[in-house]
């Protein structure tokens, strides 16, 4: 029996993200390079930020490269770093917080053992890749012992953008235009290489409605057609195929609930695949709350679908969830 919209368990935030006090400094200058507001975070202003938007548990992530592309030793040590920080958090307030953990792509090996390590000794909910790993998409076929991997233990992968290869625009933040459209190419990566397709119990959330997808979809669809070799990876090989596995992807509501963005997301998701984010702090705590409103003054809401984006699906993926506690 669906959940009746009145009633408020809490949302699940599957698109939240942890500053490690050792991470502070780099975090900010990465924000002021890009002209972006430069985030701040501790435990008890997250907390009192979810309290305040009916957010029951937040899952966090680290969202910026672990290190300098030539020097993958920094990476590992980075993302073991963060890791076992924020697990940390996640022992001490399971009901509040979940842990996607940070991989140090393009290092393989690295992110093998990164995986285990999270996954088997921390408890991590799932694990986070960026849409591009210093300019390599996640379709590369390197990267297909990692999926594998993560397939076989039915893992919830988070896609975070960065920014793409290239200089940004002038006078056009990367966080605005540059990282949906990367977003959106990393998703199209993967579906070119057959990957949600070989790899269907790995799920697979893409951030900010999946960028341009759900609008542009069908058009993406056409790639199928231009495929000549479309058997030998295992990849769709009709528009109908191709649309079929841009639905496996799961797509949060961070930046997207806007008066065209949310009937495009809405029209073409799965409608369990569909699910809230805040991108706090890297998205201020008053810009995002007019996308909370906007998510729920929505006029068009099917019964139930509403607490379905709100907690309900990411239940569903991650099932210890349904046990965080009620606001």
Not at 50 to 69: H, N, V
Not at 307 to 312: L, Q, S, Y
Request: no cysteine; aromatic share 8%; glycine share 6%.
């Amino acid at each position: 029996m669906p959940v009746p919209e009145h009633t408020n368990p809490g949302r699940i935030d599957v698109h939240q993200h942890v500053i490690p006090p050792t991470r502070g400094q780099a975090i900010a200058g990465r924000a002021a390079a890009v002209g972006w507001p430069a985030p701040t975070w501790d435990e008890s202003s997250a907390i009192a930020m979810m309290d305040r938007r009916s957010i029951a548990t937040g899952m966090l992530s680290y969202a910026a490269p672990l290190a300098a592309p030539d020097d993958p030793a920094t990476a590992r040590e980075v993302a073991r770093s963060v890791n076992e920080y924020t697990a940390e958090l996640v022992k001490n307030r399971p009901d509040r917080f979940g842990h996607f953990a940070a991989l140090p792509l393009p290092d393989v090996d690295g992110a093998l053992a990164e995986a285990a390590h999270a996954l088997d000794e921390l408890n991590a909910d799932g694990v986070m890749v960026l849409s591009n790993a210093h300019g390599r998409y996640p379709g590369d076929p390197e990267f297909e012992p990692l999926w594998a991997e993560l397939d076989a233990r039915s893992a919830v992968v988070l896609v975070h953008p960065t920014a793409p290869p290239g200089a940004p625009l002038p006078d056009v933040p990367p966080p605005l235009a540059d990282f949906p459209y990367d977003t959106t190419r990393a998703a199209l990566h993967m579906t070119m290489r057959g990957v949600p397709r070989r790899y269907p119990r790995m799920r697979m959330i893409l951030p900010h409605a999946g960028g341009f997808l759900p609008y542009a979809a069908h058009r993406f669809a056409l790639a199928a057609r231009l495929r000549t070799d479309a058997t030998v990876d295992g990849s769709a090989t009709t528009p109908e195929d191709f649309l079929a596995d841009l639905r496996r992807f799961y797509f949060d509501t961070a930046l997207s609930t806007g008066p065209s963005a949310l009937p495009s997301l809405l029209a073409f998701a799965a409608p369990d695949h569909i699910l809230y984010g805040s991108d706090f702090p890297m998205l201020p705590e008053d810009w995002g709350t007019d996308f909370d409103t906007a998510l729920g003054d929505y006029p068009h809401w099917e019964p139930g679908r509403l607490h379905a984006v709100n907690r309900g699906n990411a239940e569903l993926l991650i099932p210890r969830l349904a046990q965080a506690r009620v606001i």
